[in-house]
Structures are given as C-alpha cells and as structure tokens.
C-alpha cells in the first residue's frame, strides 16, 4: 500500500494532523519577529554629530531640522580631515527608539555601511541555512532538523541581546538566520508529508496565516519596548518553551518509509489512525514505487540527483527562479513602498494586514490549479509593477496603489510556490530541492535592495525589473506539470515517467481549468 492511499485509510487530515499543524503553526510568530524585528533594532533614528562635548548650552538643536547630519553642530568646521570620529560625539533623538544597534555603536555616517553589512550577513545565513539544514534534514529527517533549530535559535537569539560588540551581534544573528531556514521549510514539508491530497496545500497556507499574524503582532511588542536589547530579548526567550517540542512532535512516516524504516512509519500511522478515530483493523504493508514491477533500487540522494535527468533538471531549475523572483521582487516592492511618511509602527501593522487577503484568495485558486494560480499571481504582480511607470510623479497615490497591487500579487504568488515545490520534487530529494529554492530565494532577498542602484541609469528601471522578472515565471510556470489533487511522487523515476503521460493530456486539463 503507498502512503497516500494509508493517508486515506488513516484521514488525510484528521484530528492527529490538526494537531500537528499547531505544533508547526506557533513558532511561524517567532521565525516572523527575527525576521522583521531589525526593523526596529537597526532602525537609524536622527542624529547630529556635535562639535563639542558636553553640549554647548543654548544652540537649540533641532532634530526635525538636522537629520542624519554627519557634520559638527553648531560649528562651522566640518569634520575632521580623517572622517573617522565625531568631536563632540552623537546626539540620537529619543522621540521613537530609546536605543538601537545603531546608537550603541555609532553606526552612522561613515560607518554606516556596517549596519548594511551587518543585515547582508544575516540575509547570508538564511542561505547558508536553506543549504545546509535541506540536506540535512532528507538524512536526519525533518523533526530532528526542526528540534535543532529552534534550539539555536532561542540561545543565539537571547545572546544576540547581551552581545558586547557589533561584531559578535552579527555573529550571533547569522546563526539565528541559519535556524529560520532549519524551522521553516522542515516544518512546511513535515506537515505536506503528513496530509492528505485534498487538504495538502493547508501546508504553507496556514502556516504563512501565523507568519503574517507574527508581521502584525512585531509592530505592538516594538512599540512597547523601545529599546534593542531588550526588544530582541522579548522576540527570543519564548523560544525556550519550544522545548516540549521533543515530546509532541511526531516524525514524517514518509520519510520513514522512503529511508526502509518501515517498522517505524507502521508505528507512527497506527498512533494516527487511533488520533483520529479510524483504528487499523488489520496490518498494513507499506511498498515503495515500482517501475515495470521492479522495486526502485534504494540509495541515497544528493543534490546532483535534482539535475540528473532530463525532465527533473527542467522542473528543478524552473522552480529555483521562481523561488528567486518570487522574493526579489517581494522584499524590491516592500523597500519601494514602505516610506508612507506615517508612525514606523503604524506602517508595520498596515504591510502584515496587506499580506493577509492576499494568503486568502490563494486558498479559492489552489485546489483547482497549482500552475495556473502562480501564472496568474506573477502576472499581476509583474504587470502591476510595470504600469507603474507610465504614471506621472504628479500621482503618487496611483502609483503606490499599483504598487501595493504588485505586492498583493507577488505575496500570494510566494505562498503558492512553497506549495507547488513540496508538490513537484519527489520524497527522495524533496527537502533537497527546498532547501535549493530557498537558497534561490535568500540570494534574491540579498539582490533585491541593490536592484535600487538602476535609479542611476533611470528613475524608472528597477520597477522594470520588478515587471518583466514575474512575468519571465510566469511564462516559465507553464512548463511544469499540474499537481493539484495527485499523488506526491516518492522517487525521481515517478517523476520522469509521470511527467510524460501528464504532457499527453495537457491541452485538456488546460482547456477544463479555463472553463
């Protein structure tokens, strides 16, 4: 019996896979607040370099006035011929941040470029983590990664807080970025393995519902706590309570089945059987897939197995840039649009609540197509963007309409991919393969804010970028196979012999979306 098929028997989405989706669901909130939360730690509140220190009495500085000036106040010197200090020191205004990395270390002005630097590397972690943790976890398995990463992840977090040099914060937050690729892509494929077909995109759909309450709920915990430390202390600690974790949380029996442990998924499938009311009455034996009635010789799968074959390099190297312009442009527009001249805190709730209609309408479209809703999703977000051009500066509200249209389309574009990946790459290489993507994806996070560099040559190139990228996906989306309401594949062979007979009936499935 294939695992599909035992899902059925079992219920693809019964009480024991409800369960399981609280447990991947709560730490989606803390993977959000690390995520975002340097928008209030490195935030660079005004600032004026003073001439003299203490303060000369009665020059009246005025914030509103001097933002972000590197030269002496109240002096007509500029600064030292070496550009390296400022005379008197730093004067941060305290009307919004009581402390942030910035003002502890002086990150301004010269040494501005170090607070770039410093999110660059945390960017880089996330990839380093997309990497390493996908690899690993297709050996170790998707639970053991997960555990992993919520445990660095709590004790690099709080130490970030207590960090004594700019340094070793850096440090200390690449590693928690490694860890946000560990939790997040492990706890996505844990409960894909786990549902059944009709209930499967629930998989990055509800998890991306509490990532985005987690968008929201950063603006309230930031406007409480106004200082850094204590602020990343608040994001990090509760991850300590994820310890419980070892006991509740159940390993993939896909998995389990695809590595021989037969015995163990058998295990884990009667305890969900008896979770969710429909008790196995008699043994079960699990089979894995078998081509021309041989069984598929067992070995262990590496990265070059996603390029190996023809069909399966063709689907991989698609979905990779899918992953890369699905984020390119989501972080592109979200730097592009996020000076609204209104309260920072009250600018974060507004981007989460954005995100959150866009997350709903993919639940109406992703059961009738997997392809067609990321066509379509990428063309709007990358029509969006290209309108924007042909607005005059003169209507600003038009254009960040149509900008805020290109986002709502990208994001929802971004939640469907995480469904389409665990649905195109086969159990054998399947965390490989995300792990792969979410490289492509970080390495896009880290482009994006560059993209901006193009204003030099035009004002109006890096929304062209933004445009024509999307609408590259979804040109390329029509090349993949249709996975709505299939069977995941479990080896590459599955794959290279399925994708032939489903390219035989293409124009008809086509033809039946359409209608």
Known sequence: MKFDDVLN????????????????CLPQILLAFHMLVSIFTSAVPPHLCLSTWPPEPGL????????????????????????????????????????TVVTEWDLVCENASLNNIGSSIY????????????????????????????????????????????YIYVALRFVVGTT???????????GTEWTGLKHRMLAGIITDYFF?????????????????????????????????????????????????????????????????????????????????????????????DLFRTPKMRRQSLIVFYLWFVNVLVYYGLS??????GI??????????????????????????????????????????????????DDLSIIRTALAMVGKFGITASLSIIYVYSA???????????????????RAGGVIAPTIYLLKSLSQQAPMVVFGLCPLVGAALTLLLPETANKALPDTIEEVEGNIESEEKSEPLRNVDIIN
């Open 60 to 99: 009246g500085y005025n914030f509103s006035q001097q933002e972000l000036a590197c030269s002496p106040a109240g002096s007509d010197q500029a600064r030292p011929s070496n550009g390296s200090s400022c005379p008197g020191g730093w004067e941060y205004s305290k009307e919004t941040f009581h402390s």
């Open 212 to 304: 985005g309450f987690g968008y929201i709920l950063l603006a309230g915990v930031a406007y409480l706590i106004r200082d850094w430390r204590h602020l990343q202390l608040a994001i990090s600690a509760p991850g300590f309570l994820f310890v419980f974790y070892i006991w509740v949380l159940p390993k993939s029996a896909r998995w389990l089945m695809a590595n021989q442990k037969n015995e163990e998924a058998l295990d884990l499938i009667r305890k969900a059987a008896l979770v969710n009311g429909n008790p196995l009455t008699s043994d079960i034996k699990l089979e894995q897939e078998h081509n021309s009635g041989k069984p598929v010789v067992q070995r262990k799968h590496t990265i070059i």
């Open 180 to 190: 946000i690729s560990a939790v997040i892509m492990n706890a996505f494929v844990l």
């Open 343 to 392: 309260n920072i805190y009250f600018t974060q709730f507004i981007f989460g609540l954005v995100e959150m209609p866009a997350r709903t309408i993919t639940l109406f479209t992703l059961n009738r197509s997997r392809r067609i809703s990321q066509l379509a999703f990428l063309s709007v977000g990358g029509l969006a963007c290209l309108l924007t051009i042909f607005i005059p």
């Open 335 to 340: 730097l592009n649009i996020s000076d609204f």
């Open 9 to 24: 028997q079992i219920g693809g989405f019964g009480r024991f896979q409800k369960t399981l989706y609280i447990w991947i």
């Open 423 to 441: 649905e195109v790459f086969p159990t054998v290489v399947r965390q490989t393969g995300i792990g792969m993507g979410s490289m492509c994806a």
């Open 123 to 166: 960017m880089f972690g996330l990839l380093v983590g997309a990497v390493l943790f996908g690899a690993l976890a297709d050996k170790y398995g998707r639970r053991s990664i997960i555990l992993v990463g919520l445990a660095l992840q709590a004790v690099f977090g709080v130490g970030a807080a207590f960090a004594p040099t700019f």
